[in-house]
């Protein structure tokens, strides 16, 4: 191992993918929920730069993640409302207390 | 030799301290490590050439969601509360899931013949960057304006909750 | 003038943006009277601005030679993956001409007559009064964006956008008085029948895409598809002809949109909106998209004899049957109701028989005269107060003369009498039909045309019934008085006789024939305001020369010279022309029957339908119940449907949580009944089996944790063993 190639970063963004999956499906607290879908954010964007570079991609690729970014933040914003919302009206933030909707 | 070595740090840091969001009992724990991750990432973007994206991860990413992240944590648990636990479940079951998961995209990403190119020179992205938002991105550059502009807008109304008439 | 056809819809789209946003702010700030008023003003403007517009494209496609009266407007590149682009524009060619002429100019009158129509103060059941005229219009002109979407689109993408668009707009107006929940149940029943069809559309695309994209033509641009369209000849998609494959699952679309058999069922209540509502979507326009498309993809159905023969058959079905259900019912507006699905079968009659122009042509005609019905049974509902059954009306002429002459001209059309606009239409159809042939099934041609022509004279009858009830005779009822006037029509009406199960109504049947009812001058009812008067005296000039326009030729260059009637003067000679005068005879004479006899029935002898309907009074259940197909779609389809849920539920939830918790439950359940068994060995096992049966009930609830997490759970569970399936399978 002498190059770092395209596949090293596909790879890490691989992990990290599925780290933030396990900490979305895992946890119970919400807020820790959207850290896990930051994560995948990440993983996401980390690719399309790694394309970008290696690949065929060239700048759009950079745009994308841009643009990801930004998405990303708006998610935040009113995912962290949502959340706020819940805890005001149920007094927690464990998701699997706010099942309102069980069948 | 010596990228080598700096990826692998950075690799390193990223992959680690997702660990600890992913795994760590604390949420505060959880939420400092996610720092670190951006940082990591933020590394390997400036390895990959991208500049102006790496300043664009730090900025928005560590000063901007994960401190709204932080005033989530705060703002969702009692002050006076000392334990800001962040417990786990099924952690079997998703654990092989994701697993498998991960399995198969490493052979995925082993097996698959990319189209790669021969790596171009290191130049600044930012000028680049600059020309394509008023140019071939200038509509998605202006609906983004009007998404942020939306959550915004969203974010507070949901977040206010009822007005009292 | 090319470049201006995207105005025509965005005009619109424009009118719906500015009244749902600012329409209850209009009347906040200007008072009711003047809000109301801007209101209208927009949504009129706009779609009137459209029909300008509409009419100078149509003028300059005019004024362009035969071989080139196709204008295009390409407004942007919609997307671009691959080597397929895809393409917002919009294409004026004869038959798109035609079809926003009758959507902006039909779609005008009736926006128009809505003004005074919905005009009137709203109540909810408890009696709070409230205003919703700026969404009503708002919908409206959402309504006719997402028509002259489908209508001009270029490509079945953007087609499938209108598609959708007027599907939505339908369910919103259908609806529209949601507070009574059979309004809203309407609404619903409409958008799901029409979800089943959509969901063939959606087949019959992919299958289209995908079997082009086999010649290496990725494409979904009406005239690229074309052109290409001979190169699907010799393929087979699961081993039927791709063009029958095709062409099969678009025309399901076409029978849910259309309301053919079997999907028809959700017209007839789709009356639960307002009336013009009814006249512009459920008569006029929406419902004929199916008619449209068939026309607009006619190459492919050229292309597969199978399918024609099929769309021929269910609509020479629907025609007969739809009729025979109009026959018997009561309210005003299900009568329509009927009558624009067995019209509606007729066009795809002329469809099906390949003569895309006649089908087309009738759609016109229909547009203008069942508009103008619609809206005349609107004026006639507004004056009884809100009431819709025909056997409370009666002598109706004297009251309301401006609708009575025109309602009058509307009767005629639709029964095909000389020289309306329906006569010319149905005649070129049956025509058509006649001189059809089917090399596999020979004689299936002249049997449509006897079905064809048997439902003719079932639609004079049944709109004779309908005229000599509510404008000869007596008045038999005084108009309903609701809150505050007039015209509350299916919001305030009890549903209770006229609602989709309306067993036993044949004790009803002729309640009050004889009384004769003495009003004061002020419960007389009046005729309505000239906002709605003028809409239906336009309506009526175009329902008598509408039939006189050449359509069908004009539209040859759209139909490939399939257009018009397809001609047997090449075999026949001079002899075609003497049988064609023959057989409008015929049709002619069989349309004077049915008109003779419901005279007869109604005018002469009133105590004949009574005795007739307690003689046959096993088929007129049937029929007054039409033929209770709602009654076995409930039973065959919502109910199997919710067997199957409960069966997949048992499913799922043992191969998701099971994986969690199932080990723990079977250990836990075995050391139980270890203990049970060496307590009380029978006893052991009854508790086991009601423990497992209070265990798989709480299973059973289980797939619905509520939880999004465990939802995520299954779909990366799901992805992982796709994925395996796929990569070592």
Redesign the interface.
């Known amino acids: ?12 963004g ?10 979305v ?8 929920v ?3 879908v ?2 995948i954010f ?1 993983a996401a ?2 690719n399309f ?2 394309f ?5 991609l060239n ?1 759009d690729g ?2 994308f ?3 990801i ?10 995912a ?6 819940i ?2 009206q149920l007094d927690t ?1 464990n998701l ?1 207390e706010a099942d309102l909707m069980k069948g | ?1 010596l ?2 070595i700096i ?1 692998t740090i950075f ?1 390193a840091i ?2 680690i301290s ?2 600890m ?2 795994f760590s009992q604390n ?1 505060v724990y ?2 400092f490590s ?1 720092l670190f ?2 940082f990591g ?1 933020a590394g ?2 400036v ?4 500049d ?2 790496a300043a ?2 730090l900025l ?2 560590v000063g ?2 994960l401190v ?2 932080l ?3 705060m ?2 648990h009692k002050i006076q509360e000392v334990n800001l636990s ?6 079997a ?3 092989i ?6 399995g ?4 995925a ?2 097996r698959t013949q ?4 021969p ?1 171009p020179e290191l130049t600044p ?1 930012t000028a ?2 600059g020309t ?1 938002f008023m140019t071939d ?1 200038l509509l ?1 550059f202006e609906i ?1 304006s009007l ?2 502009l ?3 807008v ?6 206010r ?1 009822r007005v009292k008439k | 003038m090319q470049h201006l056809i995207w105005i025509i819809p965005l005009i619109p789209l424009l009118g719906a943006v500015i009244n749902g946003l600012l329409g209850y702010r209009f009347i906040k700030t200007l008072g009711e009277e003047k809000g109301k008023r801007l209101i209208g003003q927009i949504a009129c403007g706009t779609v009137f601005i459209s029909f300008l517009i509409s009419l100078f494209s149509f003028i300059h496609l005019l004024l362009r030679p035969i071989d080139q009266r196709v204008l295009v407007n390409t407004v942007y590149t919609w997307f671009h993956i691959g080597n397929l682009k895809t393409e917002v524009s919009f294409l004026i060619d004869p038959l798109s001409g035609i079809m926003i002429l009758v959507v902006t100019g039909v779609g005008f009158l009736i926006h128009f007559y809505s003004i005074g129509y919905m005009g009137h103060d709203e109540y909810d059941e408890q009696g709070h009064r409230y205003i919703s005229y700026w969404r009503y219009f708002s919908y409206l002109n959402l309504f006719a964006f997402s028509m002259l979407l489908l209508v001009l689109a270029d490509n079945i993408l953007l087609m499938f956008v209108g598609w959708e668009g007027v599907g939505l707009c339908s369910y919103l107006l259908i609806s529209f008085w949601y507070r009574k929940q059979a309004n809203a149940v309407a609404g619903m029943k409409a958008f799901v029948v029409n979800r089943i069809g959509d969901f063939g559309f959606l087949i019959g695309i992919f299958a289209l895409f995908w079997a082009l994209g086999r010649h290496g033509i990725w494409t979904v641009n009406f005239r690229q598809i074309g052109e290409h369209a001979h190169l699907l000849a010799e393929d087979t998609i699961l081993g039927i002809p791709a063009a029958t494959f095709i062409t099969l699952f678009l025309f399901l679309g076409a029978i849910g949109k259309s309301a053919q058999i079997p999907l028809y069922v959700w017209l007839p209540d789709a009356m639960a909106g307002p009336t013009p509502v009814s006249a512009l979507i459920h008569a006029a326009t929406m419902v004929t998209a199916g008619v449209y498309m068939i026309g607009r993809l006619n190459f492919l159905y050229s292309m597969a004899p199978v399918t024609l023969t099929i769309v021929a058959l269910i609509g020479a079905a629907t025609a007969f049957f739809a009729a025979t259900i109009g026959l018997v019912q009561n309210d005003i507006k299900r009568i329509l109701a009927y009558s624009t699905v067995s019209q509606l079968g007729y066009m795809f009659l002329g469809m099906g028989v390949a003569a895309y122009g006649t089908g087309i042509f009738h759609l016109m005609t229909h547009a203008f005269f069942k508009a103008l019905l619609f809206l005349g049974a609107g004026s006639v509902i507004h004056a009884m107060g809100g009431k819709q059954d025909i056997r409370d009306m009666g002598g109706l002429r004297k009251y309301l003369p401006t609708t009575f002459r025109t309602f009058l001209i509307g009767w005629l059309a639709i029964c095909g009498i000389f020289p309306f606009a329906g006569f010319f239409s149905k005649d070129e159809i049956l025509w058509s039909v006649f001189n059809h042939s089917n090399p596999v099934l020979p004689f299936l041609p002249k049997l449509l045309w006897l079905i064809g022509l048997l439902g003719a004279g079932l639609t004079a009858f049944y709109m004779s019934r309908l005229v000599f009830m509510t404008f000869f005779g007596e008045l038999r009822s005084e108009p309903a008085e609701p809150h505050g006037g007039h015209g509350n029509d299916a919001r305030l009406r009890d549903q209770g006789d006229t609602g989709p199960h309306g067993h036993g109504d044949g004790e009803l049947q002729g309640h009050g024939n004889e009384e004769v009812i003495s009003l004061s001058p002020q419960r007389e009812p009046h005729e309505s305001p000239w906002t709605m008067t003028y809409p239906l005296v336009g309506l009526a000039v175009l329902s008598v020369v509408g039939g006189w326009f050449g359509v069908p030729h004009f539209l040859d260059p759209v139909f490939g010279g399939h257009g018009g009637v397809v001609s047997p003067a090449a075999e026949t000679g001079e002899h075609s022309t003497t049988l064609e005068i023959f057989l409008m005879m015929v049709s002619m004479a069989v349309a004077l029957g049915g008109m003779a006899v419901a005279a007869v029935m109604y005018l002469v002898m009133p105590e004949l339908p009574d005795l007739l309907s307690i003689r046959f009074s096993r088929l007129y259940d049937l029929l007054l119940n039409k033929y209770y197909v709602d009654e076995i779609y409930q039973a065959v389809f919502v109910n199997g449907l919710l067997a199957l849920t409960t069966a997949s539920t048992r499913f799922d939830l043992k191969f998701i949580d099971g ?2 918790n199932e080990s723990a439950r079977v250990t836990a359940a075995f050391s139980a009944f270890n203990g049970w068994l060496d307590l009380r060995f029978v006893d052991g096992i009854v508790n086991t089996l009601a423990s497992g049966t209070v265990f798989s009930g709480s299973r059973l609830r289980k797939v619905q944790t509520g939880q999004v997490q ?1 939802y995520l ?1 299954a779909v ?2 799901g ?2 063993v796709i ?2 399936i796929r ?1 070592f399978i």
Do not use: K
């Open positions: 191992m002498n190059m770092i190639v395209l596949e090293h970063y596909l790879l890490v691989a992990i990290l993918f599925c780290l933030g999956f396990f900490c499906l895992t946890r119970r607290n919400a807020v820790a959207l850290m896990g930051e994560l990440n964007n980390l730069v790694a970008a570079r290696f690949g065929t700048i950079i745009m993640a841009i643009f970014i930004m998405l990303a933040a708006a998610e935040a914003t009113v962290l409302a949502i959340v706020l919302n805890y005001r933030v699997d | 030799m990228l080598v990826f690799a990223t992959i997702a660990g969001v992913a949420i959880s939420a996610l991750t951006f990432i390997l973007y390895l990959l050439a991208a102006f994206l664009t991860q928005i990413y901007g969601i709204l992240l005033f989530g944590v703002l969702t962040n417990e786990s479940m099924r952690l079951p998703a654990a899931v994701v697993l498998a998961f991960l198969l995209l490493s052979i990403i082993y990319w189209p790669t190119v790596v992205t680049r960057i394509l991105y998605p983004a998404v942020l939306t959550a915004l969203g974010a507070v109304f949901i977040a909750g | 994986i969690v465990s759970f990366l569970g992805v992982v994925i395996l990569t």
